[in-house]
């Protein structure tokens, strides 16, 4: 099976760091995982060996690792899961595909709003956040099946929206 880790065009050192770590990736392995795509951005790894666009072996796991590609939706498709930091662009492509979502919001950034958009997705029951210091134990103990179905685009709810507002309704 394959999992999908991003950080989207941010740097998130600490998320690319942790889905590399033989935690991590012990606990991908024993969950049936055999392949990892990771897409770093503009994060720094070590070992040196993984700033490179390359293909490595590691605690059982295949990992791929590449900084940017146009657009990441073939590889959000072919994800068995998706870990992912909590960007709302990113979050919406994944949901709307109807794959298993686990987000690690990036504290780092402007007024935590990351952390704000994944918990109230995940008390709405679409994914699952955590931390950096839990992700392999969420790994472990994610039930996708648990998860409910994000509802589909209805572009109509816009227009009826502005309709209310302008008092055309």
Known sequence: MLVFVTVGSTRFDAL???AISEPVLS???????GRLVLQRGNSVIEPEEFNEESTIQRHGVDIEIWRFKPSIYAECEQADLVISH???GTIL???RLGK????????????????ELASALQILGHLK???????????????????????P??????SKLVDEEMGFI
């Open 16 to 18: 690319v760091q942790a």
């Open 153 to 158: 685009f209805d572009g109509t709810k816009f």
């Open 86 to 88: 909590a960007g709302s």
């Open 93 to 95: 492509d994944v949901l």
């Open 27 to 33: 606990t991908l392995r024993n969950s049936g995982y």
């Open 100 to 115: 298993p979502l686990i987000v690690v919001p990036n504290p780092t950034l402007l007024d935590n709003h990351q952390e």
């Open 129 to 151: 956040a955590t931390s950096i210091q839990d992700l392999a134990s969420t790994i472990a103990s994610f039930e996708p099946r648990d998860l409910v179905p994000f509802p």
